[in-house]
C-alpha cells in the first residue's frame, strides 16, 4: 500500500513538474523519519528545495542566454580601487529596478578600470533579478546589424536586439562609427527607448559622441534618448590592469605608462 502512495505521490510530483523534490524525495523522507519535523516544517522544506532549484536553473540559463564575455561579480569588484565610483548607486542598479522602469545605466571612464567588469556584475545581478539580458560589444552589435541590413533582415536583427529586458553594449566609442552603422545603431536605440533597458560603456567623454557617430545631429538624436531616463556611473581613477602588473614590479616607477 505504501508503496502505492509512494509511486502516486512521486506521479504528481511529476505532472506538477516538481522534479527536484520528486528526485529528492526518498531523502527528504528519511530525513524527516529521523528529525520528526512538524507537518508545516516539511512543507516549507519541500517548496524551499524546489523554488531554490528552479531559481538556480533560472540564473543558469539567463546566464548563458545573456553571453557574458567572462564571469565578474560585483563581490569580486575592489571599490576601495576607485573611490570616485558611486558605490551606493551600483548597489541600487543590482536590484535590477531600473529595468522596471526601461532606465539606461551610461558608464564613462578610460581603459582598465572595470567599466567591462561592472557592466557583466550589474547584468548577472539582472538575471538573478528575474531580467532576461543580452551582452554585446559595440563592435559585435554593428558587426551583425550591417550584415543583417545586406542580407534583407534588419527588422529580425532589431527585433533579437530589442528583446532582452536589459541590452549591454560595451566598449562604444573605441572605434569611430561609419555613417551608416550610426543610423543603424540609432534605429535601435529609438526602438528600445522607454521599453527597454540600455546599459553603455564606454571611454568618450558625452562631448565627443559627435565625433564617434561621425554627425552631431545623429549623437545629439542617440543621446537624447539614452540619456532621458538614465543613471550615470563615473570611474576616474587608475587603469586596474596597470596597477597589477606595478605590483608585480613589471613596470619601472618612471616608466612611460607609469606615468600615463
Ligand atoms: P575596462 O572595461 O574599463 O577597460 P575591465 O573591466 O576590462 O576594464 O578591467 C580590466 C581587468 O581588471 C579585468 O580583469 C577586471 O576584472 C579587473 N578589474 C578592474 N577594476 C577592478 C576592481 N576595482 N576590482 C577588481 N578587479 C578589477
Ligand atoms: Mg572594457
Redesign the pocket.
Known amino acids: 500500500m505504501s508503496e502505492l502512495v509512494h509511486a502516486r505521490v512521486l506521479e504528481h510530483l511529476e505532472r506538477l513538474r516538481l522534479g527536484h523534490v520528486a528526485e529528492r524525495l526518498d531523502a527528504l523522507l528519511s530525513d524527516a523519519a529521523r528529525s520528526e519535523p512538524t507537518y508545516l516544517d516539511f512543507l516549507d522544506q519541500l517548496l524551499r528545495e524546489e523554488v531554490g532549484a528552479k531559481q538556480r536553473k533560472r540564473v543558469a540559463m539567463g546566464i548563458q542566454i545573456a553571453h557574458f564575455p ?1 564571469v ?1 561579480t560585483l563581490e ?4 576601495r ?2 573611490p570616485s565610483l558611486d558605490q551606493k548607486l551600483v548597489r541600487e542598479l543590482s536590484t535590477g529596478r531600473f529595468i522596471a522602469n526601461a532606465e539606461n545605466v551610461l558608464l564613462f ?11 557583466i556584475a550589474l547584468g548577472r545581478a539582472s538575471v538573478e533579478a528575474g531580467h532576461s539580458v543580452l551582452f554585446t560589444s559595440a563592435t559585435a552589435l554593428l558587426g551583425a546589424l550591417s550584415r543583417a541590413e545586406a542580407e534583407g533582415e534588419l527588422a529580425d536583427r532589431l527585433l533579437f536586439y530589442a528583446k532582452p529586458k536589459l541590452l549591454i553594449i ?2 562604444l566609442g573605441y572605434l569611430p562609427f561609419e555613417k551608416r552603422s550610426a543610423h543603424l545603431f540609432f534605429q535601435l536605440v529609438a526602438r528600445r527607448y522607454e521599453r527597454g533597458s540600455l546599459l553603455v ?1 564606454t ?1 568618450q567623454l558625452v562631448t565627443q559622441w559627435g565625433t564617434v557617430f561621425g554627425d552631431e545631429v545623429l549623437a545629439a538624436a542617440i543621446l537624447d534618448r539614452l540619456l532621458h531616463h538614465s543613471h550615470t556611473l563615473m ?1 576616474q581613477g587608475e ?3 596597470l596597477k ?1 602588473r606595478k605590483k608585480a614590479g613589471l613596470l619601472a616607477k618612471n616608466s612611460p605608462e607609469n606615468r600615463g
Open positions: 567572462a565578474k569580486d569588484f575592489d571599490f580601487f576607485q571612464g578610460p581603459p582598465g578600470v572595470g567599466k567591462t567588469h561592472l557592466a560595451d566598449e560603456t571611454n570611474i587603469s586596474y590592469r597589477q
